[in-house]
């Protein structure tokens, strides 16, 4: 895709959320897909000053659960948690959505855009969900279903579609403004989108590890496209 940005016109700064403990080895992947949709990325954990004004877009990355005091849910013993990042992040969320700028959320990151707007997760996911097929892989070997009629068949078809899985919690109340844009074979949600704008998709999976594959490039080239615009 041939990018309309006029000559001299900076590109897309997007602000790219990342675990303190983990993010050197995650951060390098997501601003080399970011580079290739056309935009710049900075790098915030929660040791970091973070400022939505200063930035375009944001990206929500993956690692630490998400912990339940902040939607009432009950202390999993395995979980592993960092308030500072639930409590960055969650302003993030909030300020993007709020100036109008576009959010996507990857694997914790679309249980946070989840949660900043009121819903609420299953910690132990596949306990409820026992049809689904538990992996912990980046490759491309959990089987899942895009919904018709969303911004994520939009931007990657409806085929049934072959992604990674590292997740152990997931979506279980919807928050209001939010609809499910796929579900794994066994019911499970795998992506979450906003229904009206601003732009905001949330995805269980990393298309960050997928960079080979056209439909997991589209995620990043829309966000940069909708910061641009």
Same mark, same amino acid.
């Given at each position: ?24 080895? %995650?951060?390098?992947f ?55 990042r ?6 993030? %969320? ?18 946070? =855009?989840?949660?900043?707007q ?19 892989? =980046?490759?491309?070997?959990?089987? =899942? ?44 949600v795998?992506?979450?989108e ?6 905001? =998709? ?21 966000? %940069? ?5």
């Open positions: 895709m041939q990018h309309t940005k006029k000559p001299g016109t900076p590109k897309p700064c997007i602000g790219v959320t990342v675990s303190a403990r983990t993010g050197w080895r %995650v951060f390098p997501m601003a080399l897909n970011v580079w290739l949709a056309g935009g710049t990325a900075i790098r915030w954990d929660s040791r970091k000053q973070a400022d939505m004004t200063a930035v375009d877009g944001l990206i929500v990355g993956g690692g630490d659960d998400i912990s339940p005091e902040l939607y009432k849910g009950e202390l999993v013993a395995s979980a592993r948690l960092d308030p500072k639930d409590a960055l992040e969650r302003r993030l %969320v909030l300020e993007a959505f709020a100036a109008g700028k576009p959010v996507l959320g990857i694997c914790r990151g679309a249980q946070m =855009i989840n949660i900043a009121g819903g609420n997760l299953h910690q132990r996911a596949y306990d409820h969900y026992t049809d689904s097929r538990y992996l912990r892989t =980046i490759l491309p070997r959990k089987s =899942i279903i895009v919904a018709a009629g969303t911004t994520l068949a939009a931007l990657a078809g409806t085929q049934p579609m072959r992604v990674n899985a590292l997740h152990t919690q997931a979506v279980d109340r919807l928050a209001d403004g939010l609809r499910i844009a796929a579900r794994d074979e066994g019911g499970m795998q992506a979450v906003r229904a009206a704008p601003p732009f905001a =998709i949330g995805v269980q999976w990393h298309p960050e590890y997928l960079i080979y594959a056209r439909r997991q490039r589209a995620l990043f080239r829309a966000l %940069v496209e909708a910061a641009r615009a």
